[in-house]
């Protein structure tokens, strides 16, 4: 075993490779995202989302017969039991967060089947059956619990409609539009995986300790979280709405930046040119704005997107902050009628796909991820018994 040395310290493991993965290729200087195998673009605008769980889980696409199969072992396993019900009730009574919601109600789905050995399966076969339930039950539990916040009774889900489209409909009790429908797969295709993200990392260690799925996965909520991986775009939301008119956007964008404001939705640790999930997303909302025959939320992001990019460059040359995922996720999710609090939560609806995937992967791998910490405290401390401190 090597020792490590004061020199090997990388914080925050930046640029550490610390997993080998065929669900997804980030390239931050070429702007390119590969989803098993597939351009970002050729697949996200394509794929159903059943389509891109199946390609994530198998690396391959499913035929005709594969996908009508999926799709119905994702659907009979929608409905909420009454554990995870009643879970949503107090919780939106205390009207805790919803991606806390989202996390507690996830570990109630370990009461909704019998543990491995009472079914009967090996660890594998019930990390397989636990993947299927957890991305089943992801749009359920959210569109629940958003319902119950506002004072609303949750809606049953129905076998019948697409993942993406069944979760609109728990949502807003209505069937979707196709445009809807397909605004909500793009999304979802788009944020279902990117490399070794904070949030699949936590998965991958805590499944490659041989925990159980629901672990990992509840794991993972807790670090999409965060508001450096998974909470900036309803603040992207709220600077265009706070710009309001296109002829005030370089006067409030400028402001900000001279009091150290961040632009929300621009710059990236790994992207240091335009994210191209941003582009996938911008020509999802177009079709979407468009459909809808109100073009104003849109263009007005568009011109306060042009304006931040050029003084961003005026005020930190060199720096390469371009647009990233969070702007027009903010706008994309906004059109199809989602509160910003719920942002958080749908993009863990789709991960939730990508952190299942990569535990398979991990699983595989069989290898206990346990790197090394550097001592940097004293060596000699004198004991002194507590009277004597
Ligand atoms: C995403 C983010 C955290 C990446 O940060 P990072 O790689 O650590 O970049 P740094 O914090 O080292 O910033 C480098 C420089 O660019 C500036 N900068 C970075 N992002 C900026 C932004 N969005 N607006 C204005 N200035 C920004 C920093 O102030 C810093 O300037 P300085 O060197 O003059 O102090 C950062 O770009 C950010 O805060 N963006 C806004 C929030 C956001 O959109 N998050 C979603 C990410 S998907």
Same mark, same amino acid.
């Given at each position: ?10 914080p ?14 980030v ?22 989302f059943?389509?891109?769980v ?60 019998? !543990? #491995? ?5 090996? @660890?594998?076969?019930?990390?397989? %059956? /636990?993947? &299927?339930?957890? *991305? ?7 569109a ?15 076998g ?19 445009e ?64 309001g ?7 409030v ?6 009091? !150290? #404001? ?5 710059? @990236?640790?790994?992207?240091?040119? %335009? /994210?191209? &999930?941003?582009? *996938? ?5 177009e ?23 050029a ?8 720096r ?11 706008l ?33 791998a ?24």
């Amino acid at each position: 075993m090597s020792v490590p040395t004061a020199s090997s310290f990388v914080p925050g493991l930046e640029g550490v490779v610390a997993a080998q993965t065929r669900l997804s290729s980030v390239d931050g200087l070429a702007g390119e995202l590969i989803i098993a195998g597939f351009p970002l673009e050729r697949l996200a605008s394509n794929a159903t989302f059943e389509e891109t769980v199946y390609l994530l889980w198998h690396d391959a696409l499913p035929n005709v017969a594969q996908l009508d199969d999926f799709r119905q072992e994702l659907a009979v396993d929608r409905s909420l039991i009454p554990a995870t019900l009643d879970l949503l009730k107090a919780a939106a009574a205390q009207k805790v967060d919803a991606m806390d919601a989202l996390r507690m109600a996830a570990s109630t789905l370990s009461l909704r089947v019998p !543990g #491995e050995q009472a079914a009967n399966l090996s @660890h594998e076969e019930a990390n397989k %059956r /636990d993947a &299927r339930i957890l *991305v089943a039950q992801f749009p359920t539990i959210v569109a629940a619990y958003w319902r119950l916040t506002e004072g609303n009774d949750p809606i049953e889900p129905r076998g019948d409609l697409s993942h993406a489209a069944n979760y609109l409909y728990m949502l807003f009790g209505a069937i979707p539009s196709a445009e809807r429908t397909r605004g909500m797969e793009t999304y979802l295709n788009t944020v279902v995986d990117h490399g070794l993200n904070a949030s699949t990392f936590a998965a991958r260690v805590i499944i490659a300790t041989q925990s159980d799925m629901i672990s990992a996965i509840v794991g993972a909520v807790g670090a999409l979280k965060g508001p450096l991986h998974g909470g900036a775009p309803g603040p992207a939301l709220d600077m265009v709405f706070e710009i309001g008119d296109a002829s005030r956007a370089e006067t409030v964008l400028r402001e900000k930046i001279e009091r !150290g #404001e961040r632009l929300m939705g621009f710059g @990236h640790r790994v992207y240091k040119v %335009r /994210d191209p &999930r941003a582009d *996938v997303l911008a020509a999802a909302s177009e079709r979407l704005y468009r459909a809808d025959g109100d073009m104003a939320l849109y263009n007005l992001s568009r011109e306060v997107e042009k304006t931040a990019l050029a003084l961003l460059e005026e005020y930190k040359p060199g720096r390469n902050l371009k647009t990233n995922v969070e702007f027009y996720t903010a706008l994309l999710l906004h059109g199809l009628g989602l509160p910003t609090p719920l942002f958080t939560s749908t993009f863990a609806i789709s991960r939730v796909a990508g952190w299942t995937a990569h535990c398979f992967e991990q699983q595989q791998a069989g290898r206990l991820i346990r790197p090394q910490s550097e001592y940097i405290g004293v060596k000699d401390r004198h004991w002194l018994s507590v009277d004597q401190r």
